[in-house]
Each structure stands twice: as structure tokens, then as C-alpha cells.
């Protein structure tokens, strides 16, 4: 069965960081695009904040860009989010998304507020 894990969220302070984890099982040798999605509280829809393809390009959301890195071990199936400077509305559900088999993980929370 296909399934992605996050780990990493938590809280934070403004200007602080934190490393999102999203280890992938289930998935043939080559994999789609990897995504990072986030889900702000009384906001229904997801907002996509970063994708990487399969050979290491990145691209970002404008609110993200320059802030926060994406990237991916094809070895370890496991795509990460680096969140730097983080501000209050960062706060949100992160959610890692695999773009062919349409797949969902069950989302890690990030909370920043002094």
C-alpha cells in the first residue's frame, strides 16, 4: 500500500525553524513529483507550498520562496521541508502529497506564536 508519514512539526517561535520529514513507502522505483501541501486553520483548502521532481528541481510558493528549501533522497524515499524565518501565519497542517497516485500523508502540525 502506498503511504506517506510526516514527522518534524511542532512549535516554534517567529524567526525560528524547523525540518519537516516525509518518508514514502509503497511506490515503484521511480516515483512522481513530491509536494509539500499546508492547510491553515479556518482555511478549507490546501495551499501548495513546494514541489521537487524526481531529478532535484524545486520550485516554491510566492509567500515561501527564499525561506523555505525542498528537497528529496530517491535512495531513502524521503522528501524534507526546511522552513527558515517562520512567521505566524506559517502556522498551519503540512502535508506531504505524491502527485501520480494522487497520495496523502496524515499531515504534521506547525505552530508559531511567541
Known amino acids: 500500500q502506498v503511504q506517506l508519514v510526516e514527522s518534524g512539526g511542532g512549535w516554534v517561535q517567529p524567526g525560528g525553524y524547523l525540518m519537516l520529514y516525509c518518508a514514502a513507502s509503497?511506490?515503484?522505483?521511480?516515483?512522481?513529483?513530491l509536494r509539500w501541501y499546508r492547510q491553515v486553520p479556518g482555511k478549507e483548502e490546501r495551499e501548495l507550498v513546494a514541489t521537487v521532481v524526481t531529478g532535484g528541481a524545486s520550485t516554491y510558493a510566492d509567500a515561501v520562496e527564499g525561506l523555505f528549501t525542498i528537497s528529496r533522497d530517491n535512495e531513502q524515499r524521503m522528501v524534507t521541508l526546511q522552513m527558515n524565518s517562520l512567521k505566524p501565519e506559517d502556522t498551519a497542517v503540512y502535508y506531504c502529497?505524491?502527485?501520480?497516485?494522487?497520495?496523502w500523508g496524515q499531515g504534521t502540525l506547525v505552530a508559531v506564536s511567541s
Open positions: 509503497g511506490f515503484p522505483c521511480r516515483s512522481s513529483a
Open positions: 502529497h505524491e502527485l501520480l497516485i494522487n497520495a
